[in-house]
């Protein structure tokens, strides 16, 4: 199972703001390993959102800002809309393993009401 | 801009090698880290492993024992094998490219391939 844990779903109407938790631990987020969000719409590949823990790649829209505190991480969307309904991963690397390795959340759907 | 594409059965029968190729065009496979990423049907995303264009290799420590991740780049490909599959393999499999600052994230994907474990 997935070191990094996120709720299993969360919903609002269009327009409010809603925001992902991802709570690692001392081994992964808490040691400093950088946070990074992507986007799943049904039937695609996850796509970048953010990355390197607040960081918006070319053409994604400035709703989405992400932020790390501890050992955990937090993506949130403000004025939701409804083309934002997908699912949300965040994506840490973990250093309990002798090699270390990169690891993801346990993912987010995000219905918009 | 780059492109990735996976490639290979869709059908595996348990207890065989699954295997799997990602050609990428748009690019040079120099200088990069290419992973695998998978996922079940309607679960979450699990990193297998990856592969550096050097060669020089990091697998998920789940899969260690029954994966190898390879690298050719003259053909600008690299593969996956996982051994001795069973049910719980079935997945949607992913390659995918870092951004190349060592960073660990994945700028680049491809769109995917189903491989169902059944006899």
């Known amino acids: 199972q997935s070191v990094l844990t996120q709720p299993p779903s969360l919903s609002g109407a269009p327009g409010q703001r809603v925001t992902i938790s991802c709570t690692g631990s001392s081994s992964n987020i808490g040691a400093g390993f950088d946070v990074h969000w992507y986007q799943q719409l049904p039937g695609t590949a996850p796509k970048l959102l953010i990355f390197r823990n607040a960081n918006r790649p070319s053409g994604v829209p400035d709703r989405f800002s992400g932020s790390k505190s501890g050992t955990s991480a937090s993506l949130a969307i403000s004025g939701l809309q409804a083309e934002d309904e997908a699912d949300y991963y965040c994506q840490s690397y973990d250093s309990s393993s002798l090699s270390g390795s990169y690891v993801f959340g346990t993912g987010t759907k995000v219905t918009v009401l | ?119």
């Open chain 2, 1 to 119: 801009q780059v492109q990735l594409q996976e490639s290979g059965p869709g059908l595996v029968k348990p207890s065989e090698t699954l295997s799997l190729t990602c050609t990428v065009s748009g690019g040079s496979i120099s200088s990069y880290y290419w992973s695998w990423i998978r996922q079940p049907p309607g679960k979450g995303l699990e990193w297998i492993g990856f592969i550096y264009s050097s060669g020089s290799v990091n697998y998920n420590p789940s899969l260690k024992s029954r994966l190898t991740i390879s690298i050719d780049t003259s053909k600008n490909q690299f593969s996956l094998k996982l051994t001795s599959v069973t049910a719980a393999d079935t997945a949607m499999y992913y390659c995918a490219r870092d951004s190349g600052d060592s960073s660990g994230y994945y700028s680049y994907w491809g769109l995917g391939t189903l491989v169902t474990v059944s006899s």
